[in-house]
């Protein structure tokens, strides 16, 4: 890979790994708009890259947007992409364009960034898709913003990648690397070992205390010396951008998307957000007024809301009253059905029947039994994340009733 940035600049260093982190962040958080480009005031990306807000700070964030927009990257059979699992040549910079806007009415200010100057930064088409195929993952920005130093930032930022770098998916528990190979990964390639050594002790004491490393060891001596990273928990929790962007379209905003994203994962939410369209297509939908609450709500309390969906889709029978006037009986008021379509029963399946011939007769199949009311919405939502063979025999089942 070469990286070039125009005469009389600098390629990107430092702040600017975290800034990128934090475009990263915002991308996610604002559930990965369709045209690249993230809209934030300067306060929220420093804060969502882990910089405490200063009239420095966005000083350098000015910098910082610059060097990531005007430097070039040449990359030759290195850039992952995620969405087709293959290798690629690519020429590109981070940033394609950006856009600022302040109303102050100070003309002695202009051009100086506040709290309050509005971004829009366009991303790279490459970067955002490989955010989308989770090949590249925002970080818990809350702990972030808990770590004080520049290196304590870059080694987190680094450990969390090679924590999940695994094939399987799993987190790893423990982390060995040659410490000439750690220091050139941290950009201290052209320091002795002991200084290297010296500027990540604060480091190391700054992630053990916030629990992110339960232990950090060296073994050998010299250039042959290595170091072991022993991680604070067994599991990591991380944010699925595709959970995280079906939040953001429900209304749910800001960090509370991201916890719940790392809190319950993309199944869970990905059938929380059925129930709530399924919830949506009978008269329960008069009482939904807040969409983002009552997502929350389905997430922390799913047996509450089965219930209802089944209480909802129940045939409803005509009860008597008597009235004082007449004598006579009427009906109750209720709330008129809402007809079954196939659109319906296409949406609670959330696409995962549309990838193969066999995958979309069985959509065809359980779609018709939706519309005829031989099978309910949980049903529908039942087979989301189900092999073949289970889909079929559970198909089988309700052809027989």
């Known amino acids: 890979m070469v990286c070039t940035s125009p005469r009389g600049s600098t390629v990107p ?10 475009l990263v962040n915002a991308a996610v958080l604002q559930g990965l708009p369709e045209d690249d480009t993230v809209r934030l ?42 969405s087709r699992q293959r290798w690629r040549s690519m020429s590109f910079s981070l940033i394609v364009k950006q856009g600022i806007e302040d109303n102050t009415q100070d003309v002695t200010n202009i051009g100086q960034w506040r709290a309050q100057t509005k ?48 094939d399987d998916q799993n987190p790893i528990l423990a982390f060995t690397i040659p410490l000439t190979v750690w220091a050139t990964h941290l950009g201290m390639q052209k320091m002795r070992l002991d200084a290297v050594l010296r500027a990540l002790k604060p480091a190391h004491e700054e992630l053990t205390k916030t629990g992110f490393l339960k232990e950090v060891t060296y073994q050998g001596r010299g250039k042959e010396r ?12 991380t944010a699925d951008p595709e959970a995280v962007a079906l939040l953001t379209r429900y209304g749910i905003s800001g960090g509370r998307t991201l916890g719940l994203a790392q809190t319950y994962g993309l199944p869970v939410i990905q059938r929380a957000v059925s129930v709530l369209e399924a919830l949506l297509k009978t008269p329960y939908a008069s009482r ?3 969409k983002a609450g009552i997502l929350s709500d389905i997430l922390e309390h ?32 209720e709330p008129a059905s809402i007809p079954r379509t196939v659109q319906a029963a296409h949406q609670l399946l959330i ?18 039994l939706y519309v005829e009311e031989r099978i309910g919405s949980l049903d529908l939502i039942s087979l989301q994340g189900k092999t073949d063979d289970e889909v079929a025999d559970l198909i089988g089942e309700w052809l027989r009733k």
Do not use: C
């Open 13 to 22: 260093h430092g702040v600017d790994n975290d800034i990128l982190l934090g």
């Open 41 to 82: 005031t300067s306060r929220e990306l420093l804060k969502l890259s882990g910089i405490t807000p200063s009239q420095r700070s966005y000083e350098n964030l000015q910098k910082s947007l610059r060097r990531l927009q005007h430097t070039a990257y040449d990359v030759t059979d290195s850039w992952y992409d995620g």
């Open 119 to 166: 971004l829009a930064i366009k991303l790279d088409d490459g970067l955002i898709r490989n955010i989308r195929a989770g090949h590249i993952l925002p970080l818990d920005f809350e702990l972030l913003s808990q770590l004080t130093q520049p290196m304590t930032r870059n080694v987190f930022r680094t450990l969390s990648f090679q924590r999940r770098n695994t």
């Open 226 to 237: 290595t170091v072991t990273y022993v991680f604070g928990s067994s599991s990591v929790q």
């Open 288 to 290: 939904i007024r807040n």
């Open 302 to 333: 799913p047996d509450k809301y089965d219930s209802i969906l089944i209480q909802e889709e129940a045939p409803r029978t005509v009860r008597p009253e008597n009235t004082r006037s007449t004598g006579t009986q009427k009906k109750n008021d």
């Open 351 to 368: 696409g995962q029947f549309d990838d193969s011939p066999l995958r979309r007769q069985f959509r065809d199949q359980v779609s018709a």
